[in-house]
């Protein structure tokens, strides 16, 4: 099994970082060089096809393609920089130099590791102007933080990550030097990066079952089960469900009468997102008439996969909402709002109406769901309204389970609200999850 690993960054990083990736049979290395940093913009997505994992050759890179949400962070990884690649050019600078270089300035190198190079090996002597920083910032910055220092004359030497800085510092006859990672640090991301990509990779062979359903009206039903009209509409939603298979790189088949499944893989279903199922059921509400639901099942196997699209159609006509349900392998469920978000939560009892859903509000399952509706939300003062907004249910259900939540001290009163209308006030409550 060969995983393409994109290895991106400066010439010389990329260089170093390919002779480390030799030993690793199961790689395949694809190099991609810039030469300067905003590059990444652009290889990136040129090269999105011919990667299934990214290996960037320092926190700048990987910050730019994570920030911009050109890679995601569990598809990309770089080795970081410790104390030691510090002090590795730090002898080799004082022996060209041929003098103790005892003011420098740094940066990139977070200051947890300069403290504790401090205490094991330099001690005080060294005074060492560190910009430290998370993430991503200019060349340019980095570069005024050390000429000031040298001008200014409190530096005898700079030492910095970033390639631009390295030569914008020679072409100002400043000395400087380039601080890498070192091979054991490489090393060491490339085994996590082996075991993320294999993980990665069977994760997107996984068996994925987009299951797809004409939501039945029942008076409409009855007046045309049988007409020609609705047979018409059921042939267009056939031609679209082609389509949709087609870039879902699927094939899809007709489970009964309004039901069908297009199988393909995890992969391509998260290559293409959400998204595209939305506008599925947008093209087949306005070509065909018919409103249909779209959920997705995930399993390790393709009757697993079944069980999971067939648990998430369920939900799906619970909720009565016009999200993307999705239900994983470990049965956690996930609803994708066009346009919104998303909230995650775990499976509940599929089979329980709203009565005995009253009996069991309190099952594991039902206050997972409750949390991360009050998490999706940013919001833990509710009244029964949003309650019942968020569950899509009545004010009484609602009613109903915020006093259960009550009895088991998972909210409290905090007050009431006039709603504006003639009759009792609404009681405010708070949930208490985070305390939790």
């Not at 996969?305 to 648990?311: D, L, M």
Request: glycine share 4%; net charge negative.
């Amino acid at each position: 099994m060969n995983i393409r690993i994109g290895v991106v960054g400066p010439e010389d990083s990329v260089q170093s970082m390919l002779k480390e990736l030799d030993p690793y049979e199961d790689f395949q290395a694809v190099p991609l060089t810039y030469e300067q940093t905003s590059e990444i913009k652009e290889i990136v997505p040129e090269n999105q096809h011919k990667v299934d994992f990214w290996f960037f050759s320092g926190q700048s890179p990987y910050d730019v393609a994570v920030s911009n949400q050109l890679v995601s962070e569990k598809d990309a990884s770089f080795p970081p920089l410790y104390g030691a690649s510090l002090l590795g050019r730090l002898l080799e600078a004082q022996y060209k130099e041929n003098q103790l270089l005892l003011h420098i300035s740094l940066d990139t190198i977070q200051e947890n590791e300069i403290q504790e190079i401090r205490e094991e090996f330099l001690g005080e002597d060294i005074e060492i102007f560190n910009l430290s920083y998370k993430g991503y910032i200019s060349p340019g910055k980095i570069v005024s933080f050390h000429e000031d220092l040298y001008n200014e004359g409190k530096i005898d030497a700079v030492f910095t990550s970033i390639r631009e800085v390295y030569l914008a510092m020679k072409e100002k006859n400043i000395p400087c030097y380039r601080v890498r990672p070192t091979k054991l640090s490489i090393q060491l991301t490339l085994k996590y990066v082996k075991e993320r990509a294999q993980s990665m990779l069977y994760r997107k062979s996984q068996i994925a079952i987009v299951a797809i359903e004409v939501a039945k009206d029942q008076k409409a039903l009855q007046e045309e089960s049988y007409s020609f009209k609705r047979k018409h509409r059921e042939l267009d939603l056939h031609r679209w469900l082609l389509y949709y298979a087609e870039k879902a790189r699927g094939s899809y088949v007709q489970m009964g009468d309004g039901l069908y499944f297009i199988y393909t893989t995890r992969g391509e279903i998260e290559f293409e997102s959400e998204q595209l199922w939305f506008q599925f059921v947008e093209d087949a509400r306005v070509n065909t008439a018919l409103e249909v639901r779209t959920v997705i099942g995930y399993g390790r196997t393709t009757l697993e996969s079944e069980e999971n699209a067939r648990r998430a159609l369920q939900e799906a006509r619970e909720t009565k909402t016009n999200s993307i349900i999705i239900v994983d392998e470990d049965l956690r469920i996930t609803e994708y709002e066009a346009a919104v978000g998303s909230f995650t939560y775990e499976q509940r009892n599929m089979n329980s109406g709203e009565e005995k859903g009253i009996e069991n509000s309190l099952s594991p399952a039902f206050l997972s769901k409750l949390h991360s509706l009050s998490r999706y939300y940013s919001q833990d003062i509710v009244t029964a309204q949003d309650i019942a907004r968020w569950l899509n249910s009545s004010l009484r259900n609602a009613r109903r389970i915020l006093l259960k939540l009550e009895e088991n001290q998972i909210a409290v009163q905090t007050g009431e609200e006039q709603s504006g209308h003639r009759g009792r006030p609404r009681r405010v409550y708070r949930l208490k999850f985070r305390e939790k």
